[in-house]
T-cell receptor
């Protein structure tokens, strides 16, 4: 199994630009999570989906952030417009029946 | 009390040493707990799950103290390859599937 696949690995953009992060979960997993990690705040859950349905988006910082899961094999996290304080590593993770989380390699986002 | 609290370290220990990390949590209803390991610039990976009083896997032992609301991770005979950040993970009192990660304890094992 290829594991959780995220793209891009690195993203450098300018303030105000739209950023789209992509995630392909492990086949057969029914839960998908988006996390953000910074030195100051550690790993924070942004949103999680169960069977493609958003269950908890209370961690999404503000309306600039949105996430979709159009099917069981693909999810996106979009930031529009991006700001320097959004700079972080964004991880996608998937699991089966809310058990062990498998993380992707993350996207290092830098907003200048 | 913060939801999940860990000593950030770093813990600098020589090879072969025994080292222990503690983690305190605030949600007394939590039933399952986890330790994840994160190497520098890598993703977190599950190290151990703790469902009852404790769990042992080779050199690693995780213990749970529900009365005091803390879990610990003990590493015996530490290896250079154990150098990493260890994240304590506790289910949130909110929605199922919402896991709260501690900020991690950094371990550095020296030769």
């Amino acid at each position: 199994d290829a594991g959780v696949i995220q793209s891009p690995r690195h993203e450098v953009t300018e303030m105000g630009q739209e950023v789209t992060l992509r995630c392909k979960p492990i086949s057969g997993h029914n839960s998908l999570f988006w996390y953000r990690q910074t030195m100051m705040r550690g790993l924070e859950l942004l949103i999680y989906f169960n069977n493609n349905v958003p269950i908890d988006d209370s961690g999404m910082p503000e309306d600039r952030f949105s996430a979709k899961m159009p099917n069981a094999s693909f999810s996106t996290l979009k930031i529009q417009p991006s700001e320097p304080r959004d700079s972080a590593v964004y991880f996608c993770a998937s699991s089966l029946l809310d058990e062990k989380l498998f993380f992707g390699s993350g996207t290092q986002l830098s907003v200048l | 009390r913060k939801e999940v609290e860990q000593d950030p370290g770093p813990f600098n220990v020589p090879e072969g040493a025994t080292v222990a990390f503690n983690c305190t949590y605030s949600n007394s209803a939590s039933q399952s707990f986890f330790w994840y390991r994160q190497d520098c610039r890598k993703e977190p990976k599950l190290l151990m799950s703790v469902y009852s009083s404790g769990n042992e896997d080779g050199r690693f032992t995780a213990q749970l103290n529900r009365a005091s609301q803390y879990i610990s991770l003990l590493i015996r005979d530490s290896k250079l390859s154990d150098s990493a950040t260890y994240l304590c993970v506790v289910p949130s009192g909110g929605s199922q599937g919402n896991l709260i990660f501690g900020k991690g304890t950094k371990l550095s094992v020296k030769p």
